[in-house]
């Protein structure tokens, strides 16, 4: 879509406001919105100014103009605003060089796809996410000096089979791990979830399935169509967007924090994999799983350097509370056909053009753009220098024997063992200037004031444990 596209499409939707979206380091979408009279020929060329001391980790107050540049073919109508709304995602650019800003994630991905067409081993990367979320009913948590405590409510939860409601207590609901997946009434959010992928269509995406996941009290997972790189980093931040605006319009919450429920599964984000030469898929051969070299190479990457990835892809504190044992989140660096305890698995295709890899450790707390990003750079980084990915393990991981499990390497299990990871395995990123050291260093920043405040946290599990010592 033009600029004279865009403006065609204000007139004839009659739109008030123009939304401009960018993303922080963190991956949380940020906007401002200008009257649609504002918007010209000359606002494509010039952007939109803003105040980037505003967004952490960004620039100093000293040195803070920045532009909004809208990416165009972006522009979609918002399914959610009163007044007619068109959204468009920006990259944002520094206003002395009008180049993009080394420090924007969105900049970022979008340097990365340049650089991948610049090796000449692909033409594009694919992406296809699986973000997992909770709606829930209620959600309480405070943090004070003195208490600390948080709550949430689900009437589909199982923890509620005994409570007494004054409408009476539906009784059907999912049991702990029983989620995956009987029909309504014990999937109580069958219509919230196709209310969900009707207003994503609006939004431009194609959906491809909706249901409920393993956990009990609301756990469920939208498909979306794969797409390239910077595609899918945007239509992750739409979801995202359309996900909680229809739970709220419910009168519900949503999330898609890592583990917000004790002793039940998480929400993860298996990100699928691909990359494509002249409108074919190279990751299509007659090695292991139906794989090519590359795709085999591809893989090597991503293992040798996943330690370093899971500062990226479990970018949360609360990541690492997914991260364990006998909850479907891999743990284990390994790859495999078919194989859900493998942290990369190759899924099962009827048709040889969709072959792809399916990265599984990784969740919604990382900034897409980032993610995929550190993620396609660690698979080419893997190709250029043919990483072999070794013997795959075709066998349940999570039941493994301690003589064999000591023989393959784990995932990290804390964000600072990840950030260590992440410092001293940083050159892969830097290939083509794709990452700089300065936006390593700016994240690791941001990411150590997260670790602090935890850290400094007193726990109440740590009253039950040590109170009466």
């Given at each position: 879509?033009s600029p004279a596209?865009v403006?065609?499409?204000?007139e004839?939707?009659?739109?008030k406001?123009v939304?401009?979206?960018l ?5 949380k979408e940020?906007?401002?919105?200008v009257?649609?009279?504002?918007v010209d020929?000359?606002?494509f060329?010039?952007?939109k100014m803003f105040d980037?001391s505003s967004?952490?980790?960004w620039?100093?107050?000293h040195?803070?103009d920045?532009?909004l540049m809208?990416?165009?073919s972006t ?9 007619p709304?068109l959204n468009?995602f ?14 924007d994630?969105r ?14 081993i692909?033409d594009?990367?694919?992406f296809?996410?699986?973000n997992?979320?909770?709606v829930?009913?209620d959600?309480?948590?405070q943090?004070?000096?003195?208490r ?7 009437a ?17 609901r999912?049991r702990?791990k ?8 014990v ?7 196709s209310?969900?992928?009707?207003a ?5 995406l194609?959906?491809e ?6 956990a009990t009290?609301?756990?469920?997972e939208?498909?979306?169509k794969f797409?390239?790189?910077v595609?899918k ?9 359309v996900?909680m605006?229809?739970a709220h ?5 949503a999330?898609?924090?890592p583990?917000?429920l004790v ?7 298996h ?5 494509s030469?002249?409108?074919q898929n190279?990751?299509?051969?007659d090695?292991y799983?139906?794989?090519s070299?590359v795709?085999?190479y ?6 040798k350097h996943?330690?370093?990835?899971n ?7 609360n990541?690492?509370?997914r ?10 660096i390994?790859?495999?056909?078919r ?5 990369i698995?190759?899924?099962?295709v009827?048709n ?5 890899v399916e990265v599984?450790f ?8 980032l ?5 396609m750079m660690?698979g080419?980084?893997?190709i250029?220098?043919?990483i072999?990915?070794?013997?795959p ?5 999570y039941d493994l024997a301690p003589?064999?499990?000591?023989n393959?390497?784990?995932v990290?299990f804390s964000l600072?063992?990840?950030l260590?990871e ?6 892969f990123l830097?290939a083509g200037?794709v ?12 990411k150590?004031?997260e670790?602090?405040l935890?850290?400094?946290s007193?726990h109440p599990v ?6 009466s010592?």
């Open positions: 879509m596209d403006l065609k499409m204000i004839e939707k009659g739109v406001f939304d401009l979206r993303t922080d380091t963190r991956g940020q906007h401002v919105s009257p649609s009279h504002v020929d000359t606002f060329e010039d952007g980037g967004i952490a980790g620039r100093g107050i040195d803070s920045m532009i809208p990416d165009t522009a979609v109508m918002d399914v959610f605003s009163e007044e709304t468009m920006c990259n944002v650019v520094e206003p002395m060089t009008m180049q993009g800003y080394n420090r994630p900049s970022t991905a979008v340097n990365a796809e340049a650089y991948l067409k610049s090796t000449g692909a594009a990367a694919y296809g996410p699986e997992e979320f909770f829930f009913d959600v309480r948590w943090t004070e000096m003195h600390t405590s948080y709550v949430i409510q689900s589909e939860a199982a923890w509620q089979s005994g409570d007494k409601f004054d409408e009476g207590n539906i009784g059907h999912p702990i029983g989620g995956y997946f009987p029909v309504p009434p999937d109580s959010l069958h219509d919230i979830r209310a969900m992928c009707l994503l269509e609006e939004m431009g194609t959906t399935v909706h249901h409920h996941e393993v009290a609301g756990q469920g939208i498909g979306v797409d390239t790189l595609k980093a945007d239509a992750v931040q739409i979801l995202k967007y996900v605006n229809v319009s419910y009168g519900k919450t999330t898609f924090m583990k917000p002793d039940d599964n998480g929400n993860g984000m990100v699928h994999q691909s990359l030469k002249g409108g190279i990751f299509t051969g090695g799983a139906g794989l070299d795709a085999l591809y893989i090597g990457g991503v293992k996943a330690r370093a990835l500062a990226f892809t479990n970018a949360s504190t990541s690492y509370k991260l364990v044992k006998g909850f479907e989140a891999p743990t284990l390994a790859h495999s056909a194989n859900r305890s493998a942290a698995r190759v899924p099962y009827a040889p053009q969709g072959c792809r599984r990784p969740d919604s707390t990382g900034n897409p753009y993610s995929f990003t550190a993620m660690a080419l980084d893997g250029m220098n043919e072999d990915p070794g013997a393990v075709d066998k349940d991981l003589e064999e499990e000591k393959i390497r784990t990290c600072q063992e990840a260590e992440l410092d001293k395995d940083r050159d830097k200037d990452f700089s050291d300065d936006l390593i260093d700016a994240y690791m920043e941001l150590e004031d670790i602090t935890l850290q400094k007193t740590e009253f039950e444990m040590y109170y010592l």
